[in-house]
Nanobody, 126 residues
Framework: QVQLVESGGGLVQAGGSLRLSCTAS????????MGWFRQSPGKERTFVAA????????YYAGSVKGRFTISRDNAKNTVYLQMGSLNPDDTAVYYC???????????????????WGQGTQVTVSS
């Protein structure tokens, strides 16, 4: 069993920055690929960014590439999403997810993720 807890969400003005954190329980974190997804009211959940187990490989949605950075600290069982140049379209609940297949690469496919956090709200005001 893996538990994921997101934090760091909040209200920010357009152009601002936020850093989200996702801390995982369990010993499997260090070998798991991790992803961030987001969901706005009335819309489907969509991929934001993902990172492989070592942090060497990352993958981003086109809408956030160059503005967001995903990283991880395996010693702290934590994955981060540094978000910059935020705009109102980034408003959503942000979820982290864990892919427990050993040493898999970063993926935008929600179906490969085994565990999900409860989400953290990010609101960007114009």
């Amino acid at each position: 069993q893996v538990q994921l807890v997101e934090s760091g969400g909040g209200l920010v003005q357009a152009g601002g920055s936020l850093r989200l954190s996702c801390t995982a329980s369990g010993r499997t974190f260090a070998s798991a690929a991790m992803g961030w997804f987001r969901q706005s009211p009335g819309k489907e959940r969509t991929f934001v960014a993902a990172i492989n187990w070592s942090g060497e490989n990352t993958y981003y949605a086109g809408s956030v590439k160059g503005r967001f950075t995903i990283s991880r600290d395996n010693a702290k069982n934590t994955v981060y999403l540094q978000m910059g140049s935020l705009n109102p379209d980034d408003t959503a609940v942000y979820y982290c997810a864990a892919d427990l297949a050993l040493y898999s690469g970063p993926s935008a496919d929600m179906g490969v993720y085994d565990y999900w956090g409860q989400g953290t709200q990010v609101t960007v005001s114009s």
